[in-house]
């Protein structure tokens, strides 16, 4: 099946220094979700984009669905420890759209050094 | 608090056990989906549902049934456990017309 390409695969860094990953599509998406996972928790959503362009922060997480629409990036500005965890992309394409069948990426693990 | 609840948390059994996921939300939703994981295979869909009696296999389906008994629980059964069934699974719901997911704190299964 189709995959979405995520990178970098993981990530160790400085408290206080900024974060970028990116996912990568074949195809068109018309939705691009991010996720982080805590170990042994389920993930949880932290953008949702819905449009070619669109740019949405929440806290010092900043995403942005690339203009042409088989991208996306998500930003974190001053890491700080509970930054820690898997980030997942998860993208929808208009093929998938009646059924909601997402697309993952493999997920960017972050770790943050104090 | 709105939220999807998953039972066992963790659970270990032998081959050739059946073995039943319980997945249940309090969301509202009508669309429920269950996930497996597996490190370095990221997320992969078991089934789908979308309404009661509404059932859809997904990527991986193969081993596994599910039952969804009322709009607000989803669960999944392994009808005989082999030891490449194990993984973390999760359950996740959505509103109908809106792609966002919300996921379950899942359930770690070991077959031995």
């Known amino acids: 099946g189709q995959q979405l390409n995520q990178s970098p695969q993981s990530m160790f860094i400085q408290e206080g220094e900024d974060v970028s990953m990116n996912c990568t599509s074949s195809?068109?998406?018309?939705?691009w979700l991010w996720y982080k996972q805590d170990p042994g928790e389920g993930p949880v959503l932290l953008i949702a984009?819905?449009?070619?362009?669109e740019l949405t922060s929440n806290g010092r997480l900043t995403a942005q669905f690339g203009i042409t629409r088989k991208d996306s990036f998500l930003n974190i500005s001053a890491s700080i420890p509970s930054d820690v965890g898997i980030y997942f992309c998860?993208?929808?394409?208009?093929?998938?759209?009646?059924?909601?069948?997402?697309?993952f990426g493999q997920g960017t693990t972050l770790q943050v050094k104090p | 608090d709105a939220d999807v609840t998953q039972t066992p948390r963790n659970r270990i059994t032998k081959t050739g056990k059946r073995i039943m996921l319980e997945c249940s939300q309090t969301?509202?939703?009508?669309?429920m989906y269950w996930y497996r994981q597996d490190p370095g295979l990221g997320l992969r869909l078991i089934y789908y549902s979308f309404d009661v009696k509404d059932i859809n296999k997904g990527e991986i389906s193969d081993g596994y049934s599910v039952s969804r008994q009322a709009q607000a629980k989803f669960s999944l059964s392994l009808e005989s456990a082999i030891p490449n069934q194990t993984a973390l699974y999760f359950c996740?719901?959505?509103?109908?017309?809106?792609?966002?997911?919300?996921f379950g704190p899942g359930t770690r299964l070991t077959v031995l």
């Open positions: 969301k509202g939703h009508d669309r």
């Open positions: 998860a993208g929808l394409n208009f093929g998938s759209s009646n059924t909601g069948k997402l697309i």
């Open positions: 984009l819905y449009k070619a362009g």
């Open positions: 996740a719901t959505a509103r109908s017309s809106y792609n966002e997911q919300f």
């Open positions: 195809s068109i998406f018309n939705t």
